[in-house]
């Protein structure tokens, strides 16, 4: 699957998390802000990532800004922006 | 182990030898002098004469809104002194400019209960050349009349003063109520300053005498009184935060210690104050009436003493411009010392609370609670009563949410040792209770009740399973800061991060 225009999902709400995708890369990047960095940077690259392979995306640009989310939503705003980047509508 | 910059005979907590002091000292000051006004604190200080390493004390009563400290600090700075202690019962964040002072060597150590805000993260950067003394609300006083430290010069911020020193602080336009934190600075600092945005005829019924005061200043303002209203003073609105109060309520309903004549404190935190709101409604219900509240006080508190349901406040320190109202007019809010209200040394209020609701950043399997650090180990508050109230009442109710923002509240251990577990009988969450097990009594009443009693394993499995598990924040071998227990033992030391 390829993403084809930028997309984004989720909020700035504490607990949530903000997600871009910007497509046209060499391979994915990941680039993090997170409140909770020190104690769960690692963890939530790697939902990103997971959520990048199974679905088959390989050179977009990750820009996540998070407040806290658990890895569920993570996942949730993940998988809607990827839908919102491959959609041609 | 040999501290650099603290002192050498401390010992280390131990909960089965708590320790009192044997000798206490005595207040026999009596300054009778009419002739103690002096025009600024420059012209005092060249009477003065503040030397390398002495000890200058401040209280907090004016919170975030003080202006004292840090007019006091700049014309000490200005005259070249270094090497001071800083003797400050909280530090807030309106104190940003003790930091220059701190990199330039002027402070060069701090003794408090709480600190917060740019301050604390200069500490927690290692930049102050001893380490900070986070002692509790009651060590304080014990530290003084133990006299393991000598005030050399107290500064009290003075909401209204006459020309004999007599000091009130619920008059005047930055009234605070209670200013019980500075007694015991003014009984035994070799030299105690009032000082005073309302200079008056005469004070009738001083909260310190002014026998206690050698010198008067007038200034122009002493703070804020607007800002002396601490964090969150109203109500959550969180439904979580609802939920863990409600709970708590019931906790004291059914605890066995619910019924006429009993005593409860809780903080200022949203959820607190919630419970607070809770267990009014259940003491109509059950028609109980209780003796007395105490603490920091709010308006939620007031209201209650107003409605009858308590028969008295004893008030520290004023959270809201309502109990400073209420500290003036009514004469069953009474106001009290910091001695008085949790000293181990002294007859102290704490030893007779049924009951207080305390928050906590983290806590462990063992009930350890720290208040001291964020989850990250910077600092970033303190005990202020909270091990003391601890230790003194028979129920100790932590109420917090189980994790926020991911995160968590229990941890395997607690980044910093606050209060010991020994203190603390009871964790309330959204998601269930867990009873200290060292209390099979509470364990035993509450196994009668419909309330989601399970193990602190239990909890923090659920936990666990919702946010993983923190990556551990590693630390250096600096130690920024000593954590003394409520009888001067060290309980924790805190750390550089790595």
Redesign the interface.
């Known amino acids: 699957m390829d993403i084809i225009k930028p997309s984004k999902a989720g909020t700035y709400e ?2 949530d998390i903000y997600i871009m995708l910007f497509p046209g890369y060499e391979e994915n990047l990941i680039e993090l802000e997170s ?2 960095y ?6 939530i690259k790697k939902v990103i990532k997971d959520v990048l392979k199974e679905n088959n995306i390989n050179h977009v640009l990750v820009k996540a800004i998070d ?5 569920y939503t993570i996942r949730a705003r993940m998988i809607t922006a990827i839908k919102r980047g491959v959609s041609n509508e | 182990m040999q501290i650099d910059g603290y002192k050498k005979n401390y010992k280390m907590y131990s909960y089965s030898k708590v320790i009192k002091d044997q000798v206490i000292l005595k207040p026999t000051k009596k300054n009778n002098s009419l002739n103690k006004l002096r025009k600024n604190i420059s012209n005092l200080l060249d009477e003065l004469t503040i030397k390398d390493g002495s000890v200058i004390s401040f209280h907090h009563h004016m919170r975030n809104g003080d202006y004292v400290l840090n007019m006091v600090m700049e014309e000490i700075a200005k005259r070249n002194v270094k090497d001071l202690t800083l003797f400050a019962s909280s530090i807030f964040p309106c104190h940003e400019p003790l930091v220059k002072l701190i990199k330039e060597g002027v402070v060069t150590q701090i003794y408090s209960a709480y600190i917060s805000g740019p301050v604390a993260e200069a500490i927690s950067q290692g930049l102050m050349k001893k380490p900070v003394v986070m002692h509790t609300h009651g060590g304080r006083p014990r530290i003084i009349e133990s006299s393991e430290i000598k005030i050399d010069v107290a500064f009290i911020a003075a909401p209204s003063c006459d020309y004999r020193g007599n000091i009130n602080g619920s008059l005047g336009k930055n009234a605070c109520g209670a200013i019980g934190y500075a007694v015991t600075d003014a009984w035994f600092a070799k030299n105690t300053v009032a000082i005073t945005d309302n200079f008056v005829i005469s004070v009738d019924k001083p909260h310190i005498e002014g026998k206690y005061i050698d010198y008067i200043i007038k200034v122009d303002s002493i703070g804020e009184a607007s800002k002396i209203v601490s964090g969150t003073t109203k109500i959550t609105r969180n439904p979580i935060g609802l939920k863990i109060a409600r709970l708590a309520a019931e906790v004291i309903k059914y605890s066995g210690y619910f019924k006429n004549g009993f005593s409860f404190q809780t903080g200022a935190g949203g959820i607190s104050l919630a419970v607070a709101h809770y267990l009014k409604e259940i003491m109509k219900e059950e028609n109980v009436k209780g003796s007395f509240a105490s603490g920091g006080i709010t308006g939620y508190l007031v209201d209650m003493l107003k409605e009858g349901l308590f028969e008295r406040l004893y008030d520290v320190q004023c959270f809201d411009l309502d109990a400073v109202q209420s500290i003036r007019e009514n004469e069953a809010h009474i106001p009290i010392s910091a001695s008085k209200y949790a000293n181990i040394n002294d007859d102290c209020i704490v030893n007779d609370l049924d009951y207080v609701i305390l928050g906590a950043t983290e806590i462990d399997l063992d009930f350890n609670v720290n208040v001291t650090t964020s989850s990250t180990g910077e600092i970033m508050g303190g005990s202020g009563g909270h091990s003391d109230t601890a230790y003194g009442s028979k129920v100790t109710i932590i109420v917090s949410q189980l994790f926020n923002a991911r995160i968590p509240v229990i941890k395997e251990h607690v980044i910093c040792k606050t209060t010991p577990g020994e203190t603390v009988d009871v964790l309330v969450t959204e998601r269930g209770i867990a009873i200290n097990p060292r209390r099979r009594d509470l364990i035993e009443r509450f196994r009668q009740t419909n309330l989601p009693i399970m193990t602190i394993q239990e909890l923090k499995k659920i936990s666990d399973n919702l946010v993983g598990i923190p990556e551990e924040v590693e630390f250096t071998n600096k130690i920024v800061g000593i954590v003394e227990y409520r009888d001067g033992t060290i309980i924790d030391l805190l750390y550089k991060r790595g």
């Open positions: 504490s607990n409140v909770v020190d104690c769960f940077g690692y963890q407040k806290g989310a658990l890895d």
